[in-house]
């Protein structure tokens, strides 16, 4: 891990809050041949100092303390990657030094890291990722204002206690709510149904409701080394319950099913699911439809079939909760089911 730092040249520097950047790699590090080029670049190959250097105004806003921590495309992204960033989030927050911390990521996978880390960080300091649609060699680069607007919120008072938060396109996202919802669109991240937390322009942060779930110090849950197999299916139309048998024969633990409408499942898939749960394995209903919660069915169905349900959580956000919950031990319908419930 390369660290440095960035003193402002700014008369009054020092009392200015100090931000450490964690850089990951994503299309806000990615370089294209020419400027009109938005799609066919390279993610994570440009490093934090340049992505610092191309964004002056920053030191107006903090004292930076740059990490290079990963430099990959985060459709890469691996469980041992997020064990060290919650690490080093602590390690940095437990310092009084540090006011916030800033982490840049690429956009496939954000949504997934902000909510492990939403349950894994154990600081109240504010934990801001941003990210970028555009490579910073392109024409209008999202990344630069991206990365002004998320020191900023890092830097601001009102980020504190309000857990791990995403500033994408000016917005202010809870971690347990956003998700991308356009592979191409500059604005694109949603809290569906349920709204951004607020919004950042111009050096002004403005929060306009908090998130109610509970997070960072208020959840059992760390970051370990020892991972349960936890895996996403999904149901549509002539689903098999192929991949549910292959997956119990290689030891599954824990399978979140991206369900049909309000979590509802093929009857062959829902089949192989019942003889999983009879086995030992953890089963989540989500949704694939985007927006909206998954309800509990209850003695109708669930009780009887030993299933759980996500609440709002898209398969992929299920499965982060899922994999922390095995992985504090956790078992059985009714416990994580409650844990679905509080988290
Ligand atoms: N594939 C890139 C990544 O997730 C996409 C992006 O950052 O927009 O790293």
């Known amino acids: 891990m390369n660290t440095s730092t960035h003193t402002p040249s700014a008369g009054g520097a020092s009392a200015l809050p ?13 370089s294209a041949p ?23 105004a920053l030191s107006s806003v903090a004292r930076i303390q740059a990490e290079q921590v ?24 437990a310092d009084d030094a540090i006011d916030g911390i800033v982490i840049t990521h690429g956009t496939d996978t954000l949504e997934e890291t902000a909510y492990f880390l939403q ?18 060699s392109a024409l209008s680069a999202d990344g630069p204002l991206n990365l002004l607007n998320a020191v900023t919120v890092a830097a601001s008072r009102a980020a504190h206690g309000q ?11 809870c971690a347990r709510d956003i998700a991308k919802t356009s592979t191409y669109a500059v604005d694109a991240f949603q809290s569906a149904e349920i709204g951004a937390l607020g919004w950042v322009q111009d050096g002004r942060v403005e929060f306009q ?40 024969a290689a030891g599954v633990q824990g399978i ?19 003889e999983a749960v009879a086995k030992g394995v953890a089963v989540v209903r989500s949704s694939r439809v985007g927006s909206g919660h998954v309800m509990r069915n209850g003695a109708a169905a669930d009780d009887a079939l030993g299933f759980v349900s996500a609440d709002t959580l898209n398969p992929y956000k299920a499965r982060v909760l899922l994999l922390l919950a095995l992985a504090a031990g956790q078992s059985g319908a009714a416990a994580l089911q409650h844990t679905f419930d509080t988290y």
């Open 209 to 248: 409701r908090r998130a109610l779930r509970a997070h960072t110090v208020a959840t059992p849950f760390k970051a370990g080394a020892a991972w349960p197999m936890v895996e996403v299916v999904a149901s549509y139309a002539g689903t098999s319950r192929v991949a549910v048998d292959a997956l119990v």
């Open 70 to 93: 990963a430099s990959i495309d985060s459709k890469d992204m691996a469980l041992s990657l997020w064990t060290t960033l919650a690490e080093r989030v602590d390690t940095l927050l």
């Open 119 to 136: 349950l894994t960080v154990k600081h109240t300091k504010p934990v801001v990722l941003t990210a970028a649609m555009r490579p910073s």
């Open 18 to 30: 100090c931000i450490a950047v964690l850089a990951t790699g994503g299309t806000i590090a990615g």
């Open 256 to 274: 979140v099913v991206a369900g049909t409408g309000n979590g509802s499942i093929h009857a062959s898939l829902q089949q192989a699911l019942t």
């Open 34 to 56: 020419d400027a009109a080029n938005t799609s066919g670049y390279q993610a994570g190959v440009v490093g934090v100092a340049q992505l610092l250097d191309a964004v002056p």
């Open 163 to 173: 857990g791990v938060l995403v500033a994408f396109n000016n917005r202010i996202h």
